[in-house]
């Protein structure tokens, strides 16, 4: 498979496109380096027409506290926690994101039913 271009946004911190990855200009700073190869890397992986939950969470785990601390600090990237984007005037979700928040919904939903 061809490799997808990088482009480099403003708002949010990765995105994988059918042709191309967009990832947050930030990370194009030195410091970053290895951070920004893993999420390319990362997006690379994203298969675009599967639902692929799973492969948000094969985060290696010495990349994590680099991670956090770049969201942490990046409030732009916060943008991408959202299930619902507003992008390029058009309204966009993010089906991963809406399972999530609503399985996070239901265990708390169903916590509170118990006691
Ligand atoms: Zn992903």
Redesign the pocket.
């Known amino acids: 498979m061809k490799k997808p271009k990088i482009k480099y946004c403003r708002l949010g911190l990765s995105n994988?496109y059918e042709n191309y990855i967009e990832i947050n200009q930030k990370l194009k700073r030195k410091k970053y380096k290895k951070l920004r190869n893993y999420i390319i890397k990362?997006?690379e992986g994203?298969t675009l027409n599967e639902f692929d939950l799973f492969?948000?969470f094969k985060i290696p785990p010495r990349i994590i506290p680099r991670l956090l601390w770049f969201i942490i600090t990046t409030p732009e990237t916060w943008i991408d926690f959202f299930p619902i984007q507003y992008k390029n005037k058009k309204l966009i979700y993010d089906s991963n994101m809406l399972i999530l928040y609503i399985m996070i919904i239901a265990i708390i939903f169903g916590y509170y039913l118990i006691i």
């Open positions: 994988r990362h997006e994203h492969h948000e």
